[in-house]
Nanobody, 124 residues
């Protein structure tokens, strides 16, 4: 079965950096979209970044573009999120997700069938 395990969250001062990791296993050959989402208390889950492993393209939400970088290690079947210049509004639970998409992976959470358990990020 599909398993996603996130790590790398923590507490950091504003302006600092964190690197999140997500180890994926058990997914089907057709899976081509890997994504990071976040959810703050009382807020809806929002897309942060996506990576299309078929065409090697990335997409970022406007709120993080230029500060966050999504990448993938094909050999380790992992996806990463490098977060720089962190702001307090970046705080929340961060989740990785995988699924199948077209040439552009969806930034909304609904199309993704597989999710990790989440890792907490707190920026103060």
């Amino acid at each position: 079965h599909v398993q996603l395990v996130e790590s790398g969250g923590g507490s950091v001062a504003a302006g600092g950096s964190l690197r999140l990791s997500c180890a994926a296993s058990g997914y089907s050959y057709g899976t081509n979209c890997m994504a990071w989402f976040r959810q703050a208390p009382g807020q809806e889950r929002e897309g942060v970044a996506t990576f299309n492993t078929r065409v090697l393209t990335q997409f970022y939400a406007d709120s993080v573009r230029g500060r966050f970088t999504i990448s993938r290690d094909n050999a380790e079947m992992s996806v990463y999120l490098q977060m720089d210049s962190l702001k307090p509004e970046d705080s929340g639970m961060y989740y990785c997700a995988i699924g199948v998409g077209s040439w552009q992976c969806p930034i909304a959470p609904q199309p993704y069938p597989h999710w990790g358990q989440g890792t907490q990020v707190t920026v103060s």
